[in-house]
Structure formats: structure tokens, C-alpha cells
């Protein structure tokens, strides 16, 4: 029983304005809020820049959102910002019980989603995705347009979008947490967790090693598929496409942008498995200055959720387009064009339930509850 309670004390740690996250988070979100909501404000007395609908310019029709008018949809901005302020707070000030507790849930974790997934177009993926290409091809004045031009303000406001997502997840997990009295740090609760089969929960860290190979290699084979499409068109093989949609394609130069996105992606596929490998926990000894030495788990997870969240993003807008007819401009629909991004939430969650898996992995006794 005393080592029991001994492996039970929390260590002592420095209290930090980082580590006091579930305090400070949900005022943070209810900021946030307050502040579209003031957006929405501004747009509904004429103000400028409103970036939905048909006055966000010609890629609109890609936004789920594409069809709004400042004058409608502003006012119901403005309405669900304050609610959002007001929400946020009650959830930072209280613990609830019963159906408050799941109202507020349900709030937080729907506006979490819509804000991530929902809102958002897959112009933020291919955004993110042609930054590497801008950044190394900056030497050669290539590609001949700015970066800046290629993310305009609609754009950048689902960016902002995404950042108020992260905020009201954090806090739906910080109110979830503190609700059921388990840590707010770690989530970890006393008999709290679903056992398996052999005794373990699904959690532990030899559980969350077998469900997690199993997200890694989907995580991998789905841009795989993806980057099989794009290099056999630059290679001039009409793979699911045309003869007459390929030379089009090369006399624009689109197969080479193609290209660019499916190296971006392979990239991403190949740091996929360092969550399952151990050059993903400790530094490979090639890697001067760092060799030997452990991966901070931030330095995983974080790429890889918010990488989760805009590829399931960019896949829900395709299948849209797919389940409703939507024109895609001069893109042939076939298999081979659209095919390969419709498995993209799939990409989506299974990347971030191997970053799960990795954090499991990985992570220690709690510093605050002293769980492990």
C-alpha cells in the first residue's frame, strides 16, 4: 500500500501560465468568439471583406458556405459569436451535471468540428501543401506568383476558422474532464478506462502500439494512392484520364503542380512512420547536433493532427462534389481525378488516431495527478 501512494503523489512541478491550460482555455475561446462575432457585426452594417458566399470571389463555389449573402448569414455570425462568448465562459466557471453539462458538450464539440472540418475547404490543404514548394523554389522566382496571392483573405480566414476549432475542442476536452473529475491535464481517471481482452486498457502504451501500426499503414497507403494518379500524368500515362485531358494538362503545366502536391504528401507519409519507428522517438544518428537525443512527442503530434484535420477537410469537400454533381471546372471527373481524394477523411481520421496512438506511447505519469 505505501508504494501505491508513493507512485500516486504527484511530482512537484512549477506551476506556468502553459501548464494552467484548463483554467485559462475557455476564456480564451470565448475571446476568440467575441471577436468573429464582432466580424459578423461589421459585415451585417456593410463593412467590407466578407468571405463567404459569391463575394469571396470565383473559388466559393469549392466552400461549403458558398451560397451565402453578407446581409443574411452576418447577422447569424454576430448571433453565434456572442452565444459562443457566453457558452465558453459558462464552461471555464463550472463543472456541470445532467443535461446542462451535455448541452454545453454538445455546443462545444459541434462547433469544434464545424470550425475544423466542416467550414473549411480543401484551398487551405493546397495552401499548406504548395508553402514547401513556394519556400524552395523562392531562389528561382518560382512559381512566378507570391505566396501571399495564392492564400487571399478567404482563405486566410479559414485558417482563423481552424485556429477557433482548436480553441473549442480544448475547451470541450478541459470542460469533459473536470465534469467527470478525472485530470484535467491527463484525462487519466481511476477505474475509469475500457479493459481489453488481455487485462490492458486500450490505452496503454502496448495496445496503443497494435491499434497504431494499423492507423500508420492506412495513414500511408491513402496518399500513396493519391501520388500513383499524379506521377504517372506527369510521366504522360493517362491513368483514369483522357488522352485529350492529359496533353491539356501538360501544355499548362498542371501535371507538374500535381506532382509537387503528391511529393508534399509523400513527405508527409514517410514522417507517418517515424510514429511507429524509433528515429520517431529518439533523433537518428545522421541528424548532427540532435543524435541520440529524445523527440520532444509535440514535435509529432502537433504536424500530424493539424495535417489530420485539413486532408479530412479538403476529402469532405470532394465527396460533396461527388455525392451532388458539382462542376469542377475543366477537371475531368473520372475515378483517377477524384477517386483517390474521396478516401482523404479516411487519411484524415487515421492519422490522427496514430498520432493518438504515438501520445500514448509516449506520454508519462502526470506530473499533476501523479497517474501513470
Known amino acids: ?47 467590407v471583406g466578407f468571405p ?37 465562459v459558462v464552461m471555464a466557471r463550472t463543472r456541470g451535471r445532467g443535461w446542462a453539462r451535455a448541452l454545453l458538450l454538445a455546443f462545444a464539440w459541434i462547433a469544434a468540428v464545424a470550425l475544423l472540418v466542416v467550414i473549411p475547404d480543401r484551398r487551405v490543404l493546397i495552401a499548406v501543401a504548395y508553402a514547401p514548394l513556394f519556400l524552395l523554389g523562392a531562389p528561382f522566382h518560382w512559381p512566378p506568383v507570391s505566396f501571399l496571392v495564392a492564400i487571399p483573405w478567404p482563405v486566410l480566414n479559414q485558417l482563423i476558422l481552424i485556429g477557433g476549432g482548436i480553441l473549442w475542442a480544448a475547451t470541450a476536452l478541459a470542460y469533459q474532464r473536470r465534469s467527470l473529475d478525472a485530470c484535467e491535464h491527463c484525462g487519466r481517471v481511476v477505474n475509469g478506462a475500457t479493459v481489453a481482452h488481455d487485462g490492458q486498457t486500450w490505452t496503454s502504451p502496448a495496445a496503443a502500439a497494435r491499434w497504431g501500426r494499423w492507423a500508420v499503414a492506412v495513414a500511408i497507403i491513402v496518399p500513396a494512392l493519391y501520388a500513383a ?3 504517372a500524368w506527369l510521366l504522360g500515362i493517362p491513368l483514369g484520364i483522357s488522352e485529350q485531358f492529359l496533353r491539356q494538362g501538360q501544355a499548362i503545366g498542371l501535371w507538374w503542380a500535381g506532382a509537387g502536391l503528391a511529393t508534399v504528401a509523400m513527405a508527409g507519409a514517410l ?12 533523433f537518428p544518428r545522421w541528424m548532427v547536433g540532435l543524435a541520440g537525443r529524445r523527440v520532444p512527442p ?26 451532388t454533381g458539382a462542376s469542377m471546372g475543366t ?42
Open 298 to 323: 509535440a514535435l509529432a503530434i502537433v504536424p500530424a493532427l493539424f495535417v489530420s484535420i485539413i486532408v479530412t477537410s479538403g476529402g469532405l469537400e470532394d465527396l460533396r462534389i461527388a455525392l
Open 1 to 47: 500500500m505505501t508504494t501505491h501512494v508513493a507512485e500516486m503523489t504527484p511530482r512537484v512541478s512549477r506551476s506556468t501560465f502553459r501548464s494552467r491550460w484548463p483554467h485559462w482555455i475557455g476564456y480564451v475561446a470565448a475571446g476568440w468568439s467575441l471577436l468573429y462575432g464582432l466580424l459578423g457585426l461589421f459585415w451585417a452594417l456593410g463593412g
Open 52 to 88: 463567404f458566399g459569391p463575394e469571396s470571389g470565383r473559388a466559393a463555389q469549392e466552400s461549403l458556405l458558398g451560397g451565402l449573402r453578407a446581409e443574411t448569414a452576418a447577422p447569424v455570425i454576430a448571433a453565434l459569436g456572442l452565444a459562443g462568448a457566453l457558452v465558453a
Open 271 to 282: 514522417l507517418t512512420l517515424g510514429l511507429v519507428q524509433r528515429w520517431g522517438e529518439v
Open 331 to 372: 477537371i475531368e471527373l473520372t475515378w483517377a481525378t477524384l477517386g483517390p481524394t474521396l478516401l482523404w477523411p479516411i487519411w484524415g481520421v487515421a492519422l490522427a488516431a496514430a498520432a493518438f496512438a504515438y501520445y500514448l506511447r509516449r506520454r508519462e505519469r502526470c506530473r499533476y495527478c501523479g497517474r501513470q
Open 229 to 231: 494518379t499524379r506521377y
